[in-house]
């Protein structure tokens, strides 16, 4: 009886001390970040000197070499590049849209979705119909929808208290609404920017054709202008509204790209992976500043506090910077075939893809309920630094195929809050300056910590 | 027995029952904030129609008016003004700051601190010295101060993750450094800006000399020129680093002003409040937006949530725009006169006063811990709105005054994320352009749900 009390005592304490040890780490982690943070200093240099990155584009090369050598700065054990062929898609000139009432020609700021196909050299003039659902082109029909433009006009549910899943729900008009109109006979399409603001801004993002469909060109329209010319639908009887619009992207070949790699090799299991990255491609409008500047910047700096602070991994820890997320998905699904290839096992990929604003928590896939129950005593590690809403699901595009081809992957959405993110979203005020240091810092502080605990304790 | 059942079961469906209703009640609010909400528009109206609006002037006197007839158009059942004196502080024409390091003069951005003297015409010049603390001052002594300017440039300890705190400890330089200083003959005080940002604009604020003691002028200074000031006195040996400011501040007689306070009186208990507030005086150099514009929009909204909801409270619920709590607290010290004076019991009061950020949860004064632990529920009802964090301690500086006139009131302090209120906070920055409407609804709704709250089921 007596041994076993003793037991019990070392047992209690052995947790105290680990709970305590735990505590004093993340501690540590915070105080080198806020104190000695790097990565606000890093998003500068990404954005201010090289800029916009689409994939395919010679930024895209400069950031993929820029982001190689900030990790072998670092002293990563390892550092390499998974080459990728990725669409190179060019916007060209700046896009020309027009509300055409009777004699009066209203321009409204309008930007080519990603992947569109140019209108004619001459632009496109049509009727035009607003549709608030693919399901009402159903409805509608080729008889009321060919030769027009078709204009989705469903606004962003301002009820969601995450605009994330506000965006979620109206991102099928823009996602597949030009598809979908193209087979009922539209000539062009225009898309309501998917953001709960009313600004001047079209918020750009890609679209995607079916592979045997009629492409037709699409592009996005200012909420303000969206409402503008949903006004004059309703007011206008006859003449009928029609709208003009003139594009000139253009898809070039594909192009090869590299996802950039850096690793802290693990102690114990080298071949057991810990990943935490975001996407290094960004739209072409901006600086992709909080999309995804933050999350690749902020992915790097995890590594390098735990790197800077003598951590020495059981597993193998890494950064990954994707490339392509924004218009194909290319870099994840290529890491993904590798790691599997490769036959390495990952134990959990963490994606920051939602801006780099104050941190609130987690999201997890693929745990049990008992161990996303278990996940309670880090729950409270986070709770001083606000950072502690833990929440089933959770992901993102570039860790996504992971699921399939690392069977046992645990993957973790970064998860900030939410509020600002459709203001700057691929437009072109998603810029440094909109990014705040401490946001930013506190949430690379965060997930350097939850790689910390993944790596000490697993998931029991 | 059987009896006993029943009853329990009565109790059991009633509680279940009432969290239903509760749960449904604080759905509706924030429904009606999002998608109706008004406070933007009147956060607008009082930045860009109105102004900067330090007590005395007559910008403070356009928003008591204004503000008053907000209240009535909203319906409310009861609004009224209470007469306070306020000092009237102004500034003057723009002050003037320079390094003299040999022949070479270095303009600084410099802001006089809210109640300081002004310089003599044609300004000052004199050795400045640097210091970190109020015990420096004591350490040094006369014999190192007297005639020369005071420089206080400890700076925001950044790892304390709420930057109030960092606030709260850097605080003692701006607001008593000046009287201090002035103890030991020095002929005036620079402080670095109280901020966590290295930036190009001096943040004002108030500072108190002491009632019998000696006013020397003291101004803020921008934390980009406190770093240069600091590295030139290390540098420099011989000749040494002078100061040059001159400003042109000065106090005018007091004046008469208001609070301005909008009701919905209790149906069961007229004489007892549940109060939520903000300040309506702000500084002069810029629109007072966050500070306190979005506390005073983001109070009256969350009583015209309730009114426009159709709720009849039971207790007095209290919209409250207090004045003059940048440079004297005059409007929160008269109003708990007041409700001492007319025997108001206060159930609670609300202030919020530190911006108008993604709501994070409350702070509470006053509980018992047991009264605490049973906020348990209501932070269950918080958590999808992500405003859940209740913390023991809370307040502000307006509803401070009641604790001793109002024995029993549990002070609120309304706590939003904390992380940018230091980037515009008494800055040329304040302005509307840097608010988010939904992070400011999101508070407005927040404040409405734990108002709803209290008035249903009080503090058991």
């Not at 304490?13 to 993340?26: E, F, I």
């Not at 899943?165 to 008009?173: E, F, K, L, P, S």
């Not at 503008?228 to 003009?244: A, D, E, G, N, V």
């Not at 999350?295 to 590594?303: D, H, I, N, Y």
Request: aromatic letters at 8%.
């Amino acid at each position: 009886m007596k041994l076993k009390l003793t037991l019990l005592l070392i047992l209690i304490s052995t947790t105290t001390l680990l709970k305590a040890q735990d505590s004093l780490m993340l501690r540590k982690i915070y105080d080198e970040e806020l104190v000695n943070g790097q990565c606000y200093g890093n998003l500068h240099y990404l954005c201010k000197n090289i800029g916009p990155r689409l994939s395919g584009s010679k930024n895209a090369q400069k950031a993929v070499e820029w982001g190689k050598k900030l990790m072998e700065s670092y002293g990563f054990d390892h550092v390499f590049l998974q080459e990728v062929m990725v669409p190179h898609w060019v916007r060209g000139a700046k896009e020309v849209g027009m509300i055409i009432d009777g004699k009066n020609k209203i321009p409204v700021p309008i930007a080519a979705l990603g992947m569109s196909v140019a209108t004619p050299k001459e632009g496109i003039t049509a009727n035009i119909i607003e549709v608030h659902s693919l399901k009402e082109l159903d409805t509608l029909g080729e008889s009321m929808i060919k030769g027009k433009i078709v204009f989705f006009n469903r606004p962003f549910d301002p009820r969601f208290i995450e605009t994330l899943r506000a965006y979620g729900t109206a991102g099928d008009q823009r996602n597949m609404g030009p598809a979908a109109a193209a087979k009922y006979g539209a000539v062009g399409v225009i898309v309501r920017s998917l953001t709960e603001t009313l600004d001047n801004y079209p918020h750009t993002g890609a679209t995607r054709y079916a592979p045997d469909g009629i492409k037709i060109p699409a592009a996005a329209i200012s909420t303000k202008a969206a409402n503008q010319l949903s006004t004059l639908l309703k007011q206008r009887k006859l003449p009928l509204i029609k709208f003009y619009f003139k594009q000139n992207c253009e898809m070039r070949p594909d192009t090869l790209s590299y996802n950039v790699i850096g690793e802290l090799t693990g102690s114990e299991n080298p071949n057991k992976f810990i990943t935490v990255g975001g996407h290094l491609d960004s739209w072409d409008l901006a600086e992709g500043a909080h999309d995804d500047g933050t999350g690749v910047m902020g992915s790097v700096e995890a590594v390098r506090i735990l790197k800077v602070l003598g951590y020495k991994p059981k597993n193998t820890i890494r950064a990954v910077f994707f490339m392509n997320e924004e218009n194909g998905d290319k870099g994840g699904i290529k890491y993904a075939e590798l790691a599997a290839k490769n036959k390495e096992e990952h134990i959990a990929a963490i994606e920051s893809d939602l801006g780099g604003f104050t941190p609130r928590g987690f999201g997890f896939t693929g745990l049990s309920s008992n161990q996303f129950k278990n996940l309670a005593s880090w729950k409270t590690l986070f709770e001083p630094y606000g950072s502690s809403r833990f929440l089933v699901g959770g992901g993102g595009s570039d860790i996504g195929p992971l699921k399939e081809k690392a069977p046992g992957v645990i993957l973790i959405g970064f998860d900030p809050d939410s509020q600002r993110y459709f203001d700057v979203h691929h437009t072109p005020n998603d810029v440094f300056e909109n990014v705040n240091k401490r946001e930013l810092e506190l949430g690379a502080a965060s997930m350097a910590s939850l790689i910390y605990l993944i790596d000490q304790h697993g998931f029991n």
